[in-house]
Nanobody
Framework: QVQLVESGGGLVQPGGSLRLSCTTS????????VGWFRQAPGKEREGVSC????????RYADSVKGRFTISRNNTKSAVHLQMNNLTPEDAAVYYC??????????????????WGQGTQVTVSS
């Protein structure tokens, strides 16, 4: 099983920004579709954003469009999630996951095989 590591979470005030990173030392993320998901207490896990391996196309949940940006850093074999203008509704544990699929989806969690342990994002004043 591949080990993915998320980092960059923390406490931020409403309106603030965080940059999450997803990395692995076991293989390169360049050839995998990668998704970011989040789960708040008492809620189901939901897709936030993803980036496809085939053409680099990206998808976003409606709730984060215009505020979050997913990108690859091929040099460091990492996928980042830049989160701006955060609100308390964004607070959750954020997970990254990889999929062998060529096109990504933020709706189909079953598309993703390997998951990280998550990083906590807290948005509070």
């Amino acid at each position: 099983q591949v080990q993915l590591v998320e980092s960059g979470g923390g406490l931020v005030q409403p309106g603030g920004s965080l940059r999450l990173s997803c990395t692995t030392s076991e293989f390169t993320l360049d050839y995998y579709t990668v998704g970011w998901f989040r789960q708040a207490p008492g809620k189901e896990r939901e897709g936030v954003s993803c980036i496809s391996s085939s053409d680099g196309s990206t998808r976003y949940a409606d709730s984060v469009k215009g505020r979050f940006t997913i990108s690859r850093n091929n040099t460091k074999s990492a996928v980042h999630l830049q989160m701006n203008n955060l609100t308390p509704e964004d607070a959750a544990v954020y997970y990254c996951a990889t999929s062998p699929a060529r096109l990504c989806s933020v709706r189909l969690t079953s598309l993703y095989n390997d998951w990280g342990q998550g990083t906590q994002v807290t948005v509070s004043s």
